[in-house]
């Protein structure tokens, strides 16, 4: 066998760009999960020198909306609802920088030109020019607040309160089932209920899940927050504004413990629509804590447990979706609806969670099969 060689010129580079979208394909990456606020972005948040302090909106590479903002593929700021805000000549720096944490973080921004809380009454109106602290002195005085959160409106109210929790629960009409609890941090959880080997990891893990933990008794909660129930179903902040909710040091004081519940009607999702909140919310809520900041897909808490130290999701959204689940064999593409209610749908290839009982769902799932 005859071998031969030749010089050939060099092609390519050695240097390293990010280089714009094209656009022009079918996707080829999955969006990424949800992620819950980082260590480095809550130290900036708390530090009174740092020009992102007390910034509800704080994020970077490693935290931050990622699945719930995107509005096509491949992801670029111009793909998100993070599109309509220009990036100030300080937040442009950051992002333009390869050395920076910030380096390409599209949803980026910071209190000059990122997105504004608001809290309103029933007609949309202002009630106050200090919406956090003002959410706060309401939770504590017994109201019961909507606020907009990642993947859509939370029902909030103070979780000790029984008259608050009573009157959630007659306004949604929850019947007995129980309701969701997200506290200030680790030990007020400690305080609520006992931790099974792996559970505290999975508490504390970055997808933040509710968590179905043993409760202890007595357990100084509403009793009708999880009536006739063994367990508490515990989450810890997961976002930069349930962080300044709870209170940063020498704020007025707080619930410690939140029922934190979906934003819906009964049986129908969560809502996600500023002026849907107003009007679908109108009888449940007394004010509703909001941004501008759009929500493309809507994305419920994500609940689970552990068994014999290992999890066992119980309803797989946020931090999870929209990744896949692998298996162990190959199945050709297919959509699984599940059961008619509150089923999680689940597509091959590719996964969205939503929910198979109502008109409303699926014209609220139809965006995030796109």
């Known amino acids: 066998m005859d071998v031969a060689d030749e010089d050939l010129p060099l092609q390519g580079g050695t240097g390293f760009t990010i280089a714009s979208s094209k656009g022009d394909g079918p996707p080829h990456t999955l969006a990424s999960p949800d992620v819950t606020v980082c260590d480095d972005c809550l130290s900036e948040l708390r530090d009174p020198a740092d020009r992102r302090y007390r910034h509800p909106f704080i994020t970077c590479t490693n935290c931050g909306p990622r699945f719930t903002i995107i509005t096509a593929l491949p992801y670029d700021r111009a793909s998100t609802t993070m599109a309509g805000f220009p990036m100030c000549p300080a937040c442009r720096a950051e992002y333009e920088d390869p050395a920076d944490r910030r380096f390409h973080a599209q949803p980026i921004a910071c209190p000059s030109c990122g997105p504004r809380l608001e809290l309103v009454d029933a007609d949309g109106s202002s009630l106050s020019d200090d919406p956090i602290s003002d959410t706060r002195r309401r939770l504590a005085a017994g109201q019961i607040v909507a606020i907009k959160g990642l993947g859509g409106y939370h029902l909030a109210c103070d979780a000790r309160n029984a008259d608050a929790v009573a009157e959630l629960r007659r306004r949604k009409q929850r019947g007995g089932k129980p309701f969701a609890v997200m506290v200030a941090d680790l030990d007020t959880a400690r305080e609520l209920v006992t931790f ?161 009982s109502t008109s409303a769902t699926w014209t609220t799932f139809a965006p995030s099969t796109r």
């Open 196 to 356: 099974p080997d792996g559970a505290e990891d999975l508490l504390t893990d970055p997808r933040h899940p509710i968590v179905l933990l043993p409760r202890l008794l007595p357990a100084e909660l509403a009793t009708s927050v999880a009536p006739d129930n063994p367990d508490l179903g515990l989450m810890l902040p997961y976002t930069p504004l349930h962080v300044l909710l709870f209170g940063l040091p020498g704020d007025s004081g707080g619930p410690d413990a939140l029922v934190m519940t979906s934003g819906n009607l009964s049986g129908e999702p969560i809502v996600i629509d500023d002026a849907e909140a107003l009007r679908l919310l109108g009888a449940l809520a007394d004010a509703w804590l909001r941004h501008d900041r759009g929500i493309r897909v809507p994305c419920d808490d994500s609940v689970s447990r552990v068994v014999g130290g290992v999890e066992l999701p119980v309803r797989r959204s946020r931090g999870y979706a929209p990744m896949p689940i692998a298996l162990p064999f190959e199945v050709p593409p297919m959509l699984a609806a599940g059961a008619i209610s509150r089923a999680p749908a689940r597509s091959r290839p590719g996964v969205t969670p939503g929910s198979a």
